[in-house]
Nanobody, 126 residues
Framework: QVQLVESGGGLAQAGGSLRLSCAAS????????MAWFRQAPGKEREFVAA????????YYADSVKGRFTISRDNAKNTVYLQMDSLKPEDTAAYYC???????????????????WGQGTQVTVSS
């Protein structure tokens, strides 16, 4: 069982930056693929970024590539999302997720993540 708690959301101006953190409980954190998803009002939850167990491999949605960076510190059981050059369309609730599937290095599929945080709101003003 893994519990995830996000923090770091808030209000930012367009062009600004925010850093989200996700603290995980459990001794097996380093075995999980970690990812960030987001959900805007009236829209489906969508993939943002993912990291393999070591942080050596990452993958991003096209909409955030070059602006967002996912990283993890396995010693601290924490995954981060650095968000730069923010845009109003980045406004959403951001969710941290953890998943493990044998043989899967990275995944964007929402149903392959087993554990979810409660979400943290990010609002970007123009």
């Amino acid at each position: 069982q893994v519990q995830l708690v996000e923090s770091g959301g808030g209000l930012a101006q367009a062009g600004g930056s925010l850093r989200l953190s996700c603290a995980a409980s459990g001794r097996t954190f380093r075995t999980y693929i970690m990812a960030w998803f987001r959900q805007a009002p009236g829209k489906e939850r969508e993939f943002v970024a993912a990291s393999n167990w070591s942080g050596g491999r990452t993958y991003y949605a096209d909409s955030v590539k070059g602006r967002f960076t996912i990283s993890r510190d396995n010693a601290k059981n924490t995954v981060y999302l650095q968000m730069d050059s923010l845009k109003p369309e980045d406004t959403a609730a951001y969710y941290c997720a953890a998943g493990f599937r044998p043989g899967v290095v990275l995944t964007t599929k929402i149903d392959e993540y087993d554990y979810w945080g409660q979400g943290t709101q990010v609002t970007v003003s123009s």
